[in-house]
């Protein structure tokens, strides 16, 4: 079996990690977390979220961030956007992909974005039509892929029937999302296939937490089907504020480890994200959640 020789790594610390954050971070450190990431070489990124602030107010300074952020050579910011209100108000900082919203359980898009999906599938219309005027590349995750905090079970044709819809309206990569992190390697891989029937591979990535501490089994199971672009979270941050009790996305440390064990490029250097790791972890007052943070820190001491 082959798998892929380089995987590309979103790191959405910024903005999955942070809001979930009942302390509110500086708009000035989250600044300094993003110049730290791409000097790390993180090459893609989630920097906030144009959502309302009565909902995520950890999100509340997105314009603040997206005008302080001085980005580097070659990197990608993304930012997310519900409705064209957030696109509306991303607009002026001209990010190099928006990434829309909804989940492949209807109790949960009600919860996390108060519509149903086909509402929030109308919404999308004209943000898509303002980002593809704009030249901008149009993300859509997709939440509770692999389970639904409200709903339970969630079938991968379900997954595949949202994501057909998301196709069909022009969006251009699809994030298969665990957002409670329940999935488990075949699952996630009959999640996967389902997509893959309306988003070619490379449009594909996957968003695990890991609450469950599967996500990085479910990683390989991804490389496995060829998938080689994935989410991670600097320190393992985060969580969703409307899936009560799931904790973070898999650390970018922790996967940058596994991609190093196998020989794929990330083109990360693994030291700067561990200190990158301390860094918004003291911010926060706690050691890094990661294993491979705080393992590799330990070593050092
Ligand atoms: P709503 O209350 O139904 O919206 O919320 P509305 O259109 O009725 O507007 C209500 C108020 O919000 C109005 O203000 C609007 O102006 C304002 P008021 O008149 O009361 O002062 N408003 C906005 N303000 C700023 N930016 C906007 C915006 N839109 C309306 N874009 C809405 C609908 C979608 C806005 C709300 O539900 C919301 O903001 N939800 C955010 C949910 C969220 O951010 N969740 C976390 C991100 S998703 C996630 O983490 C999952 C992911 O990681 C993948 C995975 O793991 O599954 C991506
Ligand atoms: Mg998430």
């Not at 519509?115 to 901008?136: H, M, N």
């Not at 561990?274 to 007052?285: D, K, R």
């Given at each position: 079996?082959?798998?892929?020789?380089?995987?590309?790594?979103?790191?959405?610390?910024?903005?999955?990690?942070?809001?979930?954050?009942?302390?509110?971070?500086?708009?000035?450190?989250?600044?300094?977390?993003?110049?730290?990431?791409?000097?790390?070489?993180?090459?893609?990124?989630?920097?906030?979220?144009?959502?309302?602030?009565?909902?995520?107010?950890?999100?509340?300074?997105?314009?603040?961030?997206?005008?302080?952020?001085?980005?580097?050579?070659?990197?990608?910011?993304?930012?997310?956007?519900?409705?064209?209100?957030?696109?509306?108000?991303?607009?002026?900082?001209?990010?190099?992909?928006?990434?829309?919203?909804?989940?492949a359980?209807?109790?949960?898009?009600?919860?996390?974005?108060?519509?149903?999906?086909?509402?929030?599938?109308?919404?999308?219309?004209?943000?898509?039509?303002?980002?593809?005027?704009?030249?901008?590349?149009?993300?859509?995750?997709l939440?509770?892929c692999l389970?639904?905090?409200?709903?339970?079970?969630i079938s991968a044709a379900q997954v595949g029937a949202v994501a057909a819809?998301?196709a069909?309206?022009?969006?251009?990569?699809l994030?298969v999302?665990d957002?409670?992190?329940?999935g488990t390697p075949r699952k996630v891989q009959a999640a996967l296939e389902a997509a893959l029937r309306h988003f070619p591979m490379?449009e594909l990535s996957g968003?695990?937490?890991?609450?469950?501490?599967?996500?990085?089994?479910n990683?390989?199971a991804s490389l496995e089907l060829g998938v080689?672009?994935?989410?991670?979270?600097?320190?393992?941050?985060?969580?969703?504020?409307?899936?009560?009790?799931?904790?973070?996305?898999?650390?970018?440390?922790?996967?940058?480890?596994?991609?190093?064990?196998?020989?794929?490029?990330?083109?990360?250097?693994?030291?700067?994200?561990?200190?990158?790791?301390?860094?918004?972890?003291?911010?926060?007052?706690?050691?890094?959640?990661?294993?491979?943070?705080?393992?590799?820190?330990?070593?050092?001491?």
């Open positions: 079996m082959s798998l892929p020789t380089r995987v590309t790594l979103c790191d959405v610390g910024p903005r999955d990690g942070l809001q979930n954050e009942k302390q509110l971070v500086s708009a000035a450190h989250k600044l300094e977390l993003i110049d730290r990431l791409q000097a790390a070489g993180v090459r893609r990124l989630e920097a906030t979220s144009f959502v309302s602030p009565k909902w995520v107010p950890q999100m509340g300074d997105a314009a603040d961030v997206m005008s302080g952020l001085q980005k580097r050579h070659g990197v990608a910011v993304a930012v997310l956007v519900p409705n064209e209100k957030g696109m509306d108000a991303a607009l002026p900082f001209a990010p190099d992909e928006i990434v829309v919203f909804t989940a359980s209807e109790a949960f898009t009600q919860k996390n974005i108060n519509c149903s999906i086909a509402e929030s599938i109308e919404r999308f219309g004209p943000v898509i039509t303002k980002a593809k005027a704009a030249g901008i590349k149009v993300r859509a995750a939440s509770c389970g639904c905090p409200y709903e339970g079970e819809r998301l069909a309206i022009g969006v251009d990569h994030s999302s957002t409670i992190g329940v490379h968003h695990y937490h890991d609450t469950y501490g599967q996500a990085l089994a990683v390989y080689s672009t994935f989410d991670a979270s600097v320190g393992g941050l985060g969580g969703c504020p409307y899936a009560k009790g799931a904790t973070g996305n898999v650390a970018t440390e922790e996967l940058v480890y596994l991609m190093q064990g196998l020989g794929i490029d990330t083109g990360i250097d693994l030291d700067a994200l561990v200190n990158t790791a301390a860094f918004i972890s003291g911010v926060l007052g706690r050691p890094p959640a990661s294993r491979a943070a705080r393992a590799l820190l330990a070593k050092r001491a």
